[in-house]
C-alpha cells in the first residue's frame, strides 16, 4: 500500500528559485492538501483541493501555486523560493467525510 | 471552523494512564473530533475519531460529554514509545482541516 507519497524527500534551493513539490496518492481520495510545519510548530495549511480541477487557498497560501489535473497528483509549486519557505512540507489525503487524514513522509526544504 | 485549545505539554510516568483534554466550545452539529499523533520528522497519524459518549480502539479511548464542548483523550499504560505530539480536530469535512499547535506528551522512565 503506497498511500501518499511526496518526492523529493530533501530539497536544498537558493533563493528565487522555483521547484515543485510532487504528491501522489492512490487511496483515490477526492481531497487532497499541502501542510507546512515549521520547527516546534503545528502544521499550517497552505493549499487544498476537494477534487480535480478544484483547488483553493489555506491559511498561508502566499508563494505558492498548486493544481490538481488528476485525482491521484497534487504539485505544490514555489515560484521564487525565500528563506522563510525553509520548512517541512507534508502532503495529505482524505476521502470525502474527512474521517481520517492519511499524510506523506514530509518534504524538508531549505532556501538559503 | 470550530477552534480547538489543548495544553502546550503534559509529562507522565510509564504505565500510566494519561487524558489529554481538549476545548472546542464552537463545535458544530455535524462536526466530529479525531485525534492524531505525530512522531519527530513523521507526518501525523490518525489515533480516534468520535462524535458523541465513548469510543474505544486498540490504542485509545475517547470521552465526548453530552454537550460535545470538550473531549478526552485517553492513553492506559503510557511506554517511553508514546511521546509524541498530540492534535485534536474538530471537523464536519476533510475542506479546510486545520491543526493546532498539539500537545507535546513527554512519558518519562
Known amino acids: 500500500n503506497a498511500g501518499v507519497t511526496q518526492t523529493p524527500k530533501f530539497q536544498v534551493l537558493k533563493t528565487g528559485q522555483s521547484m515543485t513539490l510532487q504528491c501522489a496518492q492512490d487511496?483515490?481520495?477526492?481531497?487532497m492538501s499541502w501542510y507546512r510545519q515549521d520547527p516546534g510548530m503545528g502544521l499550517r495549511l497552505i493549499h487544498y483541493?476537494?477534487?480535480?480541477?478544484?483547488?483553493d487557498q489555506g491559511e498561508v497560501p502566499n508563494g505558492y501555486n498548486v493544481s490538481r489535473s488528476t485525482t491521484e497528483d497534487f504539485p505544490l509549486r514555489l515560484l521564487s523560493a525565500a528563506p522563510s519557505q525553509t520548512s517541512v512540507y507534508f502532503c495529505a489525503s482524505s476521502d470525502r467525510g474527512g474521517n481520517t487524514i492519511y499524510f506523506g513522509e514530509g518534504s524538508w526544504l531549505t532556501v538559503v | 471552523l470550530a477552534k480547538t485549545t489543548q495544553p502546550i505539554s503534559m509529562d507522565s510516568y510509564e504505565g500510566q494512564e494519561v487524558n489529554i483534554t481538549c476545548s472546542h466550545n464552537n463545535i458544530a452539529t455535524n462536526d466530529y473530533i479525531t485525534w492524531y499523533q505525530q512522531f519527530p520528522s513523521q507526518g501525523p497519524r490518525f489515533i480516534i475519531q468520535g462524535y458523541k459518549t465513548k469510543v474505544t480502539n486498540e490504542v485509545a479511548s475517547l470521552f465526548i460529554p453530552a454537550d460535545r464542548k470538550s473531549s478526552t483523550l485517553s492513553l492506559p499504560r503510557v511506554s517511553l514509545s508514546d511521546t509524541a505530539v498530540y492534535y485534536c480536530?474538530?471537523?464536519?469535512?476533510?475542506?479546510?482541516?486545520?491543526f493546532g499547535s498539539g500537545t507535546q506528551l513527554t512519558v518519562l522512565p
Open positions: 483541493s476537494v477534487g480535480a480541477g478544484i483547488t
Open positions: 487511496m483515490n481520495h477526492e481531497y
Open positions: 480536530l474538530v471537523s464536519g469535512s476533510a475542506r479546510q482541516l486545520t
